[in-house]
């Protein structure tokens, strides 16, 4: 497995992004991507994941203003984010793994991914 992110810069507070990941090797029909973002000094906070039958959760930090979203032809993965804070600057990353063998369903915890991308830098000003 393959991620490559992108789409991340600096903006302003109250305006939008959309980060991309570009997964290669991911498996047709059991797959979990998530994004994880990462602050100076903070510990990995996941952020949104989508699973492969296309049910999405996300963090409560960021709970209706952003939204995941794939390309399944071309296993592009995407996080959209709007009304962006100061708070919400950080490394975005992207992490893939299969469901969880026990329940069937994609982990929560940032631990139990094991594919990373690089990340790719966002940036909020005030």
């Known amino acids: 497995v393959h991620l490559v992110e992108s789409g991340g810069g600096s903006v302003q507070a109250g305006e939008s992004l959309t980060l991309a990941c570009a997964a290669e090797?991911?498996?047709?029909?059991?797959?979990?991507l998530s994004w994880i973002r990462q602050a100076p000094g903070k510990e990995r906070e996941r952020v949104a994941t989508l699973d492969s039958l296309g049910s999405t959760s996300y963090a409560n930090s960021v709970k209706g203003r952003a939204t995941i979203s794939e390309d399944k032809a071309n296993k592009i993965f995407y996080l959209q984010m709007n009304s962006l804070q100061p708070e919400d600057t950080a490394t975005y990353f992207c992490a893939a793994d299969g469901v969880l063998p026990l329940t069937g369903h994609c982990s929560t915890k940032v631990s139990d991914y094991g594919y990373w991308g690089q990340g790719t830098q966002v940036t909020v000003s005030s």
């Open positions: 090797g991911v498996a047709y029909n059991n797959y979990c």
